[in-house]
């Protein structure tokens, strides 16, 4: 099961809106609406911010939203705060019954 | 308030075994499917393994299918990762989540450290 790819580095102002792309195949992403997004601070565990594409937790930010389009999910950063500079991960589950991860995003505050 | 907390990671040498746990708290463990993901150093988010909550259902990554085994003590509330045949590549820190139906971590241990080397 390959990774499913996502841009190396997002960038963006304080303010501003920021987007990551989250792509894989009919047989991930396309197939099950069971995309989840984490966040990752250097040194710290993952932290869920989106399930099942497009539900925020409780406690998370409504600044975080999702969504999916084909094979492809995004997840949306608005009003970008400094306490959003993180590694950002997609998860989707596979018609193999497994679970794969993106590659992950570094997204600055610039 | 749910708690996960691994330990058991280390140096060992390649070809070796270790034995991850993982103590749970704060939810009815016994009731929720639990999850093993790994992150290499400087590297992104892998998932290894996932195993139902009455322990009889479960599933691995091609990249240790063979030579980890996952399994689980709901008697203790305790999750474990049996690894053998390490490999240098196996280096990670591995968390322990707690996973949903619907395919998602809600919660997430510290993570421990393995060090595979010679």
């Known amino acids: 099961q390959s990774a499913l790819t996502q841009p190396a580095s997002v960038s963006g102002s304080p303010g501003q809106s920021i987007t990551i792309s989250c792509t894989g195949t009919s047989s991930d992403v396309g197939g099950y609406n069971y995309v989840s997004w984490y966040q990752q601070h250097p040194g710290k565990a993952p932290k869920l911010m989106i399930y099942e594409v497009s539900n925020r937790p409780s406690g998370v930010s409504n600044r975080f939203s999702g969504s999916k389009s084909g094979n492809t999910a995004s997840l949306t950063i608005s009003g970008l705060q400094a306490e959003d500079e993180a590694d950002y991960y997609c998860?989707?589950?596979?018609?193999?019954?497994?679970?794969?991860f993106g590659t992950g995003t570094k997204v600055t505050v610039l | 308030e749910v708690q996960l907390l691994e330990s058991g990671g280390g140096l060992i040498q390649p070809g070796g075994s270790l034995r991850l746990s993982c103590a749970a708290s704060g939810f009815t463990f016994s009731n929720y499917a639990m999850s093993w993901v790994r992150q290499a150093p400087g590297k992104g988010l892998e998932w290894v393994s996932s195993?139902?909550?009455?322990?009889?259902?479960?599933y691995y990554a091609d990249s240790v299918k063979g030579r980890f085994t996952i399994s689980r003590d709901n008697s203790k509330n305790t999750l474990y990762l049996q690894m053998n045949s390490l490999r240098a590549e196996d280096t990670a820190v591995y968390y322990c989540a707690k996973r949903t139906v619907t395919r998602y971590f809600d919660y997430w241990g510290q993570g421990t450290l393995v060090t595979v080397s010679s």
């Open positions: 998860s989707s589950f596979t018609s193999s019954t497994t679970l794969v």
């Open positions: 195993i139902n909550g009455g322990g009889g259902n479960t």
